[in-house]
């Protein structure tokens, strides 16, 4: 018989054997075990609160890891999902119980044939594409004088900005606004960079912002654009310039971005300042 459970500490290391072999089912499986380590006590209490089991008559053979995503109510994204390959196409279904009617999910894959069929038999719709390109870096990138600004973002003063620009540049219909708090807990990442955060500035008014990160041990460009009505002005190729030189500065070799592969201007840019795209991922998507 199929069951679901949540993850209890007397379980931890039939979670770590199951999270051992998460690269199998999907490339992009997020490590539970790096968080669980690095976490405190009652970090370590809300990851189990995150995390269902898959059991087949007392063997553990699946796990399901999910977050919470902004502040809108019932919208999620998996971490991770693994289900050993001979139960594939069992009741697998019995994972997704915490979610209820109207749930929204997403989960980023890079995953085989069979993974993919098992995600379109409960449902899940493969919907858009990312890129994910690379650049060397050996020299600095020449930026000309343009008049424009370049300012660092600084905490505790520069948080309602960053969210304010960030909504204006990514507004859609689809994009669940970010609110400050949602800047302050980036902050918190282990990912997040301090001065790493640029604002672009154009006669005074901010019109852009690019930010750095450091993503499995590489810099990683994320949240990078520019306002509506300053775009095709040429301030995308300056802020992005900018922001390799701060990497250039630093030592790093290598910077990596990614992009939509419907966003048609944005990727020309990244492939005219020498990015190459060295992998592509879907992200899936289901309504319960």
């Not at 929204?104 to 069979?114: G, N, Q």
Request: hydrophobic share 35%; glycine share 6%.
């Amino acid at each position: 018989m199929y069951k679901s459970e949540r993850l209890q500490i007397a379980t931890i290391n039939e979670l770590s054997r199951l999270n051992s072999k998460r690269l199998t089912f999907n490339l992009l499986n997020e490590d539970f075990s790096k968080y669980y380590r690095k976490s405190n006590f009652f970090g370590r209490y809300l990851l189990r609160r995150q995390v269902r089991l898959l059991t087949y008559n007392s063997q553990y053979i699946g796990y399901l890891w999910y977050s919470k995503i902004g502040t809108k109510k019932g919208v999620y994204c998996i971490n991770a999902l693994y289900v050993d390959k001979e139960y594939i196409d069992k009741e697998v279904y019995k994972l997704f119980c915490d979610f209820n009617g109207g749930s929204i999910v997403y989960f980023d894959c890079k995953m085989t044939e069979t993974s993919s069929s098992l995600l379109e038999s409960i449902g899940f719709i493969r919907k858009n594409g990312t890129y994910e390109l690379t650049k060397t870096i050996n020299m600095k990138e020449n930026i000309e004088n343009s008049g424009l600004k370049f300012i660092t973002f600084r905490r505790g003063r520069h948080e309602k900005l960053r969210c304010d620009i960030q909504n204006e540049i990514f507004r859609n219909s689809q994009r669940e606004p970010l609110s400050v708090q949602d800047i302050y807990l980036d902050e918190m990442q282990e990912y997040y960079v301090n001065d790493w955060c640029i604002f672009l500035q154009s006669e005074g008014k901010i019109v852009g912002y690019g930010q750095i990160i450091m993503s499995n041990y590489k810099p990683l460009i994320v949240n990078f654009g520019v306002k509506d009505g300053y775009r095709h002005r040429g301030f995308g190729d300056i802020l992005l310039c900018y922001l390799i030189n701060i990497l250039f500065d630093a030592g790093h070799k290598e910077v990596r971005i990614k992009v939509s592969t419907t966003n048609l201007p944005a990727y020309n840019l990244y492939r005219k300042k020498g990015f190459n795209v060295v992998d592509e991922y879907y992200t899936w998507i289901r309504t319960f």
